[in-house]
């Protein structure tokens, strides 16, 4: 089976169990946890940074790192594809009470005329007050795109100009990293908060990390045990995270031309479906025109190959460290020829 559903379904390696086997442990609820410190150190620095905490998802991360920048009542303002606002079941709203309103955008990419149109920093009584804006690099349901830096740029000074927050959803910063060599610093310093995940494309079974302010950071960590997330010997996970970011980021680029092969052998047979050109880092999306993108991916799954129907027409497929180039060849032309049929 060429399992594409997602770059979540990687196996941790041996050597990254081996790592998680050796790891010293304390209890993290305790700030006891070398490992875990020692990752949260790393990572915070990486990014430029004061403090980091570890967390159990990116989904964790990222409310509390939008919680830090938005008060109940507040809002959050992202694009209408945004996985905070269409993949983490409503969290943002049930647990922390924050209002979310979206912008339109084209595969992902961000337009700073967009937000400009769309906050409301200081909302008065008639109107619900923009607090933050969140934004997505790589953008996963956009197809892996890289948000231009420019446009990055360009809402930093927005949002910093209005005194209000921004936060990355990181989870795939690594790949944007990789395809553009923008330093992770030079990302870093444009966000309030930003949360970086180690189970998407790096290969570690669990595991994301929140960075900001050691201020923000030690409200964070109140936040976190609240939700239930506070752990105890949790270097072991840590461990596999540390392992990931030595020996997994930089080989993300043979997970990109991997799917540049797959969108290739796709639009070899339809190519009204994917145009290869557009193909940034490591996620494809498929555009299946009238044939509805279920019925493709089940019969894609009797044949050998899983790929995720994530929208009535829209199919789409992950490269990660478990599939090679020739996989991912292989599945490309039989998504292309079902497609065809
Ligand atoms: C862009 C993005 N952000 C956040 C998440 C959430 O991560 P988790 O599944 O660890 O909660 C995902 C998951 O795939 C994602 O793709």
């Not at 197809?143 to 989870?171: K, M, N, S, Y």
């Not at 997970?255 to 193909?279: K, M, Q, Y």
């Not at 089940?298 to 990660?320: D, K, N, Q, Y």
Request: proline share 4%; aromatic share 4%; with cysteine.
């Amino acid at each position: 089976m060429i399992d594409l559903r997602s770059d979540t379904v990687t196996q941790p390696t041996q050597q990254m169990r081996e790592a998680m086997l050796v790891a010293p442990v304390g209890d993290d609820v305790y700030a006891e946890d070398p490992t875990v410190i020692e990752l949260e150190q790393r990572v915070a620095r990486l990014l430029g940074h004061e403090a980091g905490l570890f967390c159990v998802s990116g989904s964790m991360c990222n409310m509390l790192g939008v919680r830090l920048l938005v008060e109940p009542g507040q809002e959050v303002v992202c694009d209408v594809q945004a996985h905070i606002a269409r993949a983490e079941m409503g969290g943002h709203a049930a647990a922390h009470g924050l209002t979310m309103r979206t912008f339109p955008s084209t595969r992902g990419k961000l337009d700073s005329a967009e937000v400009t149109k769309i906050i409301s920093p200081s909302g008065g009584p008639y109107l619900v007050s923009t607090a933050a804006v969140a934004v997505e690099n790589t953008h996963n349901f956009g197809g892996g795109t890289i948000q231009p830096f420019d446009e990055l740029t360009a809402v930093a000074e927005l949002c910093r100009e209005h005194g209000i927050g921004f936060h990355l959803d990181g989870a795939r910063l690594w790949s944007a990293h990789v395809a553009t060599g923008v330093p992770f610093e030079v990302y870093g310093r444009l966000f309030d908060t930003i949360s970086v995940c180690f189970s998407k494309g790096l290969g570690a079974p669990v595991g994301s990390v929140l960075v900001s302010t050691a201020e923000n950071i030690a409200r964070a960590r109140v936040l976190r045990k609240r939700l239930g997330g506070g752990w105890r010997q949790a270097g072991v996970l840590a461990a596999a995270c540390l392992y990931a970011l030595d020996h997994h980021v930089q080989r993300l680029a043979d997970d990109h031309a991997a799917a540049r092969t797959f969108a290739e052998a796709v639009a070899g047979c339809v190519p009204a479906a994917v145009n290869p050109d557009t193909i940034e880092t490591n996620v494809v999306v498929i555009d299946t025109g009238t044939t509805p993108a279920a019925p493709v991916a089940a019969a894609a799954a009797e044949r050998g190959v899983r790929v995720s129907a994530l929208g009535p027409f829209m199919i789409r497929a992950v490269t990660h460290l478990d599939v090679t180039a020739d996989d991912c060849e292989w599945a490309g032309q039989l998504v292309g020829k079902l497609l065809a049929e």
